[in-house]
């Protein structure tokens, strides 16, 4: 297997933490993707390095809002690739390369976050990283203990949902995917996908319009 280096994975940054940006690019890159896979399967090694550099955005951001705050995360990105690899010639085309790729970095993130919540408590506190606050908040210690909080409190309505709810948020909410590459990626219909994205929707606004620590912070946050 070709190896895609710590030096090329390097830090992949807190801007491709973020951004729908890649699920909004994903149609470019499906099309220089088709055409590296093309040099794949014809048996050209530098094809899946330039697959990696193309989709990683992608991969990063799926599993950023899937396990924020992980320390393991960019380990967990490094798995998804290797997975990809180990699958890429089961790819048949029948749906989008972009919501292929999106759905094995779901299979090995959902897997990690199952392993991690085995571990014992003590564990997970000791191996948590405290989330990045952004530049809005950067000059102020204060707000940015108070997003740390709120978005750990996100975090937990977000782990409370039923899988198949919470992936459909995360893909179409978090992610910028639009309802029909979502539909490819959790492999249902576009109804399904609509169905279970209301009752995500009304789940998690339920839940934190009844929290305290988040209502507190929008209220700063708009003041």
């Known amino acids: 297997m070709p190896t895609v280096t710590r030096r090329e994975d390097a830090r992949l940054g807190a801007a491709e933490a973020?951004?729908?940006t890649a699920a909004r690019n994903a149609g470019a890159e499906?099309?220089?993707?088709?055409?590296?896979?093309?040099?794949?399967?014809?048996g050209d090694a530098s094809a899946f390095p330039a697959l990696f550099r193309a989709y990683r955005s992608l991969v990063f951001g799926?599993?950023?809002?899937?396990?924020?705050?992980?320390?393991?995360?960019e380990d967990v990105v490094q798995l998804t690739f290797i997975e990809i690899f180990r699958s890429l010639d089961r790819f048949e085309g029948r749906s989008k390369l972009s919501s292929w790729i999106a759905r094995v970095a779901l299979h090995v993130g959902y897997h990690h976050?199952?392993?991690?919540?085995?571990?014992?408590?003590?564990?997970?506190?000791?191996?948590?990283?405290?989330?990045?606050?952004d530049e809005s908040v950067l000059g102020d210690p204060e707000a940015g203990i108070g997003r740390h909080e709120a978005m750990t409190h996100v975090q937990q309505i977000l782990e409370a949902m039923p899988e198949k709810k919470r992936t459909v948020f995360l893909l179409n909410d978090l992610q910028g995917m639009s309802q029909e590459d979502v539909a490819e990626v959790v492999g249902t219909n576009i109804a399904t996908v609509?169905?279970?994205?209301f009752y995500a929707r009304k789940e998690f606004w339920a839940k934190a319009a009844a929290d305290p620590v988040?209502?507190?912070?929008?209220?700063t946050s708009g003041s």
């Open 62 to 73: 799926v599993l950023h809002h899937l396990l924020p705050s992980d320390p393991e995360i």
């Open 214 to 219: 988040l209502q507190a912070f929008c209220a």
């Open 18 to 20: 973020t951004l729908p």
């Open 194 to 197: 609509r169905t279970r994205l």
């Open 113 to 133: 976050l199952r392993r991690r919540r085995s571990r014992p408590a003590d564990y997970r506190a000791e191996h948590t990283v405290p989330e990045i606050a």
């Open 30 to 42: 499906d099309a220089s993707g088709q055409a590296l896979l093309v040099r794949w399967r014809a």
